[in-house]
């Protein structure tokens, strides 16, 4: 058998498909692994290229490959896709992917550290928690509402229908609905506790990192987003400009283009999704106090002036990303711009 110089690896569970190919692409392997036996094959195999797709357990598989000696890259799933031969199953999955990480074009995930995956796991689980803590408050606003009891929107105007359901004296809500609504109450009580403390954790990671501080300088940019972003964009080098970095988070328009005609969509939405919630947030709050007598740029102005609401925060957003793009790549702090000279 030849030596091995690239080696596909589709992973799973349990069962792993292994497709491998010699330097001058001759296929000299075809094999099933279970995952007690493969870092042993990986141990034994001499240096090679191993590609595998991005997915949950991709880069602890990444970082244990390496550490065998191999080096590994780690493919988008989408990229992959274009070198699946007919029907997808485990072997062509890994023969594709032992097709495209040889691509000279190909682009790559930056395969993470156990570090960056626990600070991941903390913004992950605080997402979690929101969305829970939002998901009950809905329903307990609804089932109020049933009751004739309105509050307006926001963690602050539920805490008056909370205070109606605590009431033990209050006879307005009958006694079993009451019950029922003490522990939707209770239950937004206590993932706020929760929610808290992990706000306390992520603030005080992101107030010990240098390039944290700095992105905290840019407008719309808090604790939250700073932690998302150091998690997220991991060599921010990679992109070549401020538009590519928001064209990768989604916050560009969809391309079509045939013949010569280019058409342009609503924005994309790839990417992370986390991240460009958060960013949208931002400059969501950003106009709000705009509304309210912040002195905005003026391009923002004008924007809010011809365009819809809506329209204007992604492409405030979109300049958001590109600032932190700017700040990661050339250092520094954010500085307010100067105004134009007159004329």
């Not at 560009?252 to 992370?272: D, F, V």
Request: charged content about 25%; hydrophobic content about 45%; some cysteine.
């Amino acid at each position: 058998m030849e030596a091995i110089a690239t080696a596909g690896l589709d992973l799973a569970k349990s069962i792993f498909q292994i497709h491998a190919v010699d330097a001058s692409g001759v296929v000299v392997m075809r094999r099933t692994l279970r995952r007690a036996n493969l870092l042993d094959f990986f141990r034994r195999l001499p240096r090679c290229l191993v590609g595998m797709e991005a997915c949950a357990t991709a880069h602890y598989w990444a970082r244990e490959i390496q550490a065998c000696g191999h080096e590994v890259k780690v493919i988008p799933p989408i990229y992959v896709k274009a070198y699946v031969k007919r029907s997808k199953t485990d072997a062509a999955d890994a023969e594709a992917i032992c097709e495209a990480v040889t691509r000279p074009t190909m682009r790559f995930v930056p395969i993470k550290s156990e570090a960056q995956q626990a600070a991941e796991i903390v913004l992950k689980t605080r997402e979690l928690l929101v969305r829970q803590r939002t998901q009950t408050a809905n329903a307990l606003r609804a089932h109020m509402m049933e009751l004739g009891f309105a509050a307006a929107k926001g963690m602050t105007n539920l805490e008056k229908l909370a205070d109606m359901v605590r009431d033990p004296t209050s006879q307005i809500i009958p006694d079993l609905a009451k019950r029922a609504l003490l522990e939707m109450v209770e239950q937004i009580d206590a993932l706020s506790v929760r929610i808290e403390s992990l706000d306390a954790d992520i603030k005080a990671s992101v107030h010990s990192d240098d390039v944290s501080r700095r992105l905290m300088t840019i407008p719309g940019v808090g604790p939250i987003i700073a932690a998302t972003v150091r998690v997220v964009v991991h060599d921010a080098g990679g992109f070549k400009t401020g538009r590519d970095l928001a064209a990768w988070l989604g916050l560009t328009p969809r391309a079509h283009s045939s013949g010569g005609k280019e058409k342009l969509g609503s924005i994309s939405k790839r990417g992370n999704a986390q991240l460009r919630t958060l960013l949208i947030l931002g400059a969501t709050s950003i106009i709000k106090l705009g509304k309210r007598g912040l002195k905005l740029p003026e391009w923002v102005a004008g924007l809010i002036a011809r365009k819809p609401f809506k329209v204007v925060v992604v492409a405030l957003a979109n300049k958001t990303a590109r600032i932190i793009w700017a700040l990661l790549t050339k250092g520094g702090v954010y500085r307010q711009p100067m105004p134009a000279a007159a004329v």
